[in-house]
């Protein structure tokens, strides 16, 4: 089964690459630029700032450096750049193609892979390549049963 999920990131464009975070909570992220004593991690999706290598907000995305974020940032401090990124960046939302595996939306991986530098984008593409080798598998397997 596959569906759309709306995803919030915050993209900032910097003098040498693009910067994104992935949001959790729009609401949460909301009430934090008027009142910026609500902790960050309430509403951010892990501490991990990717880039896309000068692609805007559409771009592969792949782990931020920490040469590229001390060159754009003067810091790589994750918790600094990141406040950087949120208080400069610009809020994009789009809708990122799920699947639906064994009852668990695969939202639940492609926020796994945020929280461990792997592309979520990619991540999608493979489960969505899976998907579709599980049902010619399945269609497969079904044909030859009913022989």
Do not use: C
């Amino acid at each position: 089964m596959r569906g759309n999920a709306p995803t919030t990131k915050v993209h900032y464009a910097g003098k040498e690459d693009d910067f994104i975070i992935f949001i959790d909570d729009v609401e949460e992220f909301q009430k934090w630029q008027k009142d910026k004593s609500i902790p960050i991690a309430q509403f951010i999706s892990g501490w991990k700032i990717f880039v896309t290598h000068k692609h805007g907000a559409q771009g592969t995305l792949d782990g931020a450096s920490n040469q590229l974020m001390d060159n754009e940032f003067g810091t790589h401090k994750e918790e600094e750049v990141v406040r950087m990124i949120l208080e400069k960046g610009t809020v994009k939302e789009s809708e990122v193609r799920l699947l639906f595996f064994d009852g668990f939306y695969s939202s639940f991986l492609l926020s796994f892979a945020a929280r461990t530098m792997v592309n979520p984008y990619l991540m999608n593409n493979v489960l969505l390549a899976v998907a579709s080798q599980r049902a010619q598998l399945g269609s497969t397997v079904a044909g030859e049963m009913d022989r």
